[in-house]
């Protein structure tokens, strides 16, 4: 019986989500039960489809608060090209609960998208749970300043089939969305063009996989080439740019005067 009255607050979340399905407060009320199961920073919506900046539906904060989008402003101008989750999205993925561990390039943790945007922004941590919808994929973001455990990821796997279920049926009783205008910033590739810097294919390859977080290893194997290969195109994409580093290329390719 004690176990049984420890679960109510989470039980009457439940219900206050599938009674929110389809409404404005679903989201908030998705959240605030799964806040009763592990603590969270941060909460966002987006839709993700290739070709084009996330759609972001709701931001929420650590209060449960909706945030405005100014910090986000950065994301949708060019900064989710490097984000895992969307990545894993335009590459394809399957439904069910994800972690950055799971999604993120070896080292993604030393990159300088997570050392200056991501742990500003998301925290440490993130977690989602996503789904295909019509040629794009819904996710669910929960952010943190500190990791999440295994214990209480485990609590939200718990949890996972009756979320993404709830997600997706919320999605179908949305009445038909218009076209929404967004302005396209194409690839990383097209961001590079604009440098006139004379770039081979590899070496763009190469500017793709740096700013994303994979080390000299790892894009040896992503390109099919050795790590010694790869230094030769990363010392020719830093001269042509004109930087000495993945800090400043980051910097020159990502800064926010470029969008």
Wanted: glycine content about 8%.
């Amino acid at each position: 019986m004690d176990a049984l009255l420890q679960e109510l607050p989470v039980h009457q979340g439940l219900a206050r989500v599938f009674t929110q399905l389809g409404q404005d407060g679903f989201w908030r009320a998705l959240v605030d039960t799964l806040r009763l199961l592990v603590p969270l920073d941060n909460a966002l919506v987006a839709l993700m489809q290739a070709g084009q900046p996330p759609r972001l539906l709701i931001d929420f904060d650590s209060k449960g608060y909706v945030d405005d989008q100014q910090e986000l402003a950065g994301y949708t101008a060019g900064m989710y090209l490097l984000d895992p989750f969307y990545q894993a999205a335009v590459s394809g993925i399957s439904d069910g609960l994800h972690s950055l561990a799971s999604v993120a390039p070896d080292q993604f943790l030393h990159s300088e998208y997570y050392q200056s945007y991501f742990r500003a922004v998301v925290g440490e941590d993130e977690l989602q749970f996503l789904i295909n919808v019509e040629g794009a994929v819904l996710g669910l973001s929960l952010g943190r300043s500190t990791a999440f455990g295994m214990a209480e990821q485990g609590r939200l796997l718990c949890v996972r089939d009756w979320v993404l279920a709830a997600m997706r049926r919320h999605m179908q009783l949305l009445p038909p969305q218009g076209p929404v205008a967004e302005a396209v910033v194409g690839d990383l590739a097209t961001l590079l063009d604009r440098f006139d810097a004379r770039l081979t294919a590899r070496e763009i390859d190469t500017a793709r996989l740096i700013l994303q977080g994979f080390s000299s290893k790892a894009m040896a194997q992503q390109m099919g080439i050795s790590p010694e290969t790869v230094k030769v195109h990363r010392r020719n994409l830093y001269h042509k740019l004109n930087v000495t580093g993945h800090g400043e290329l980051f910097a020159l390719v990502l800064r926010p005067t470029s969008f």
